[in-house]
């Protein structure tokens, strides 16, 4: 699951995790945000609804990094005054840079299940010291995958390795085909 392969999903328009908005969970989440100057992190970030959404309330602060080129070209035809200097074509696990949050939506469960502790550990390395992730991961399981699945107790025992305040909750704000299948999740460091 490299670039070509993802490239190759927008290109076949095998996108079945793209909803073609912000996601309504994050869209919730994003009411605790108060600092219109954060700098925002969206890894894997796909169309970037949600870099769209942020930008457009006013967070300027706002980058996007995904391994394939084609969902960041669709991001700029959208978007054009969003500053190409904030879109990153390249890998999150070699990224360099500091955030004060990373928005975790759909990257997670499509890396390969042996690169979850790598993940963690990145988001830990790219968050200032009061930096915070926040997203939605899934709740359930997947035969194959991508998507690849989880739940909780696994996903506690990753984040609580290198975050001081991890929190999981129900998502009650998904669309409808993932009602009861998501959860929203807060770690700070």
């Not at 079945?16 to 219109?36: C, M, Y």
């Not at 894997?44 to 769209?52: D, M, P, R, T």
């Not at 500091?98 to 790219?126: G, M, W």
């Amino acid at each position: 699951m490299n670039s070509a392969y993802w490239s190759q999903r927008y290109q076949n328009e095998q996108t079945g995790w793209d909803i073609g908005e912000a996601s309504s969970s994050l869209i919730h989440l994003f009411q605790e945000f108060k600092n219109k100057n954060a700098k925002i992190l969206i890894p894997g970030c796909g169309n970037a609804y949600e870099a769209e959404y942020l930008f457009n309330a006013g967070y300027k602060n706002v980058y996007i990094i995904d391994v394939a080129r084609e969902p960041l070209d669709n991001f700029k035809n959208r978007n054009p005054q969003f500053p190409s200097k904030h879109i990153v074509f390249g890998d999150f696990f070699e990224h360099d840079g500091k955030y004060d949050i990373i928005i975790e939506q759909t990257f997670f469960c499509a890396i390969n299940p042996k690169l979850r502790p790598s993940y963690v550990d990145k988001c830990h390395e790219l968050l200032n010291s009061n930096g915070r992730i926040i997203g939605v991961l899934f709740n359930r399981d997947f035969d194959g995958g991508p998507p690849f699945g989880g739940n909780i107790k696994e996903y506690e025992s990753l984040f609580n390795k290198k975050f001081s305040k991890v929190r999981f909750e129900h998502s009650y704000h998904s669309i409808k085909p993932r009602k009861d299948s998501e959860v929203e999740f807060f770690c700070e460091k």
